[in-house]
């Protein structure tokens, strides 16, 4: 279908220790890429070094690592340790996350994203060489950083980008953009910003024929993901703003059941892929005939087969 196809890792319904065999059989399955998340389960790093060992050859990627959380030259460090376990197939995605993520969770100042985000971009971009780094950036300053063994091939550094100034720092500066929760006809404008570079986006699916089951499933990650200032406004820009206002202003009153029920079905089916596993393939190759190069799905669990069955139904090979 595509030269990427990307399976998120681990699986939903399982531990990482319990994920090891389905991990190990994505290459044969014909995934191409695995792909970390870093929320408030497991971290975005260690999935993707047991990955190294687990399935020898597949590109190994994090969607996204913040980059208020450690500081860069642990940042560094941890990239260059997973370049190192997989030479020349790992790919750094960071990103400027969200205040409930930084500030709530880790007690760190939500300041200046965009300008953290292409400061941190920068360094790695000179540390993962292994330059010795004396820098006074926007929002931070290193003194006399350098990585102790610096990967023999540097890994690729890709940003979480959502809207047009993030987009266009990752086409000039990174090696690719990540972006998540769009339609296949939104990847034609998000496209449009980025010229050739690297598209990513994770793709959440559900592989059921019960549509009522699936909205409802959908409605709370939906609500959880849009209501983020970031994806808001990503939104806006991709012009649902009028259409989930009431969702909007529902959740800021506290009245989170209205706005569930605030978000039009048209909205969950277009950010959403459902149906049986052959209409999802189908759904997922519209994104990339839109221009998406790499879809990293994301089997929701809930649907009428087993996450394992899922993965197996909705590979390049099924």
Request: proline share 6%; glycine share 6%; net charge negative.
């Amino acid at each position: 279908m595509t030269q990427n196809w990307g399976m998120t890792i681990p699986f939903t319904d399982r531990s990482l220790a319990d994920s090891q065999e389905l991990i190990a059989e994505l290459p044969a399955l014909g995934y191409t890429d695995a792909w970390s998340a870093e929320v408030n389960g497991v971290d975005g790093f260690v999935p993707l070094a047991m990955a190294a060992q687990w399935a020898p050859g597949v590109r190994l990627g994090s969607a996204i690592v913040p980059v208020f959380t450690r500081g860069p030259a642990l940042l560094a460090m941890q990239a260059a340790t997973l370049a190192d376990l997989a030479p020349g197939r790992f790919l750094l995605g960071i990103g400027s996350s969200s205040p409930a993520i930084v500030e709530r969770w880790n007690a760190v100042e939500f300041a200046k994203p965009y300008a953290r985000t292409r400061d941190t971009l920068r360094f790695l971009k000179e540390a993962l060489t292994g330059e010795k780094v004396s820098q006074r950036y926007e929002t931070f300053e290193i003194k006399g950083f350098k990585l102790d063994r610096a990967p023999k091939i540097p890994p690729k550094v890709v940003l979480a980008a959502l809207r047009p100034r993030m987009l266009r720092l990752a086409a000039e500066e990174a090696d690719g953009a990540i972006t998540n929760w769009l339609s296949p006809e939104d990847v034609r404008k998000v496209r449009a910003e980025i010229g050739d570079t690297e598209l990513i986006a994770r793709l959440f699916v559900c592989v059921s024929e019960d549509t009522d089951k699936v909205r409802a499933l959908a409605r709370w990650m939906l609500a959880a993901y849009l209501t983020v200032p970031a994806y808001a406004a990503f939104h806006d820009w991709l012009g649902r703003g009028e259409v989930l206002r009431p969702m909007h202003e529902a959740w800021a009153a506290g009245d989170r059941q209205a706005a569930l029920k605030a978000i039009p079905d048209e909205v969950v089916d277009s950010l959403v892929v459902h149906g049986d596993a052959a209409t999802c393939r189908a759904r997922i190759q519209e994104y990339v005939d839109n221009g998406l190069d790499t879809p990293v799905l994301a089997p929701i669990a809930g649907g009428e087969v087993t996450i394992t069955q899922a993965v197996r139904d909705l590979a390049p090979t099924a």
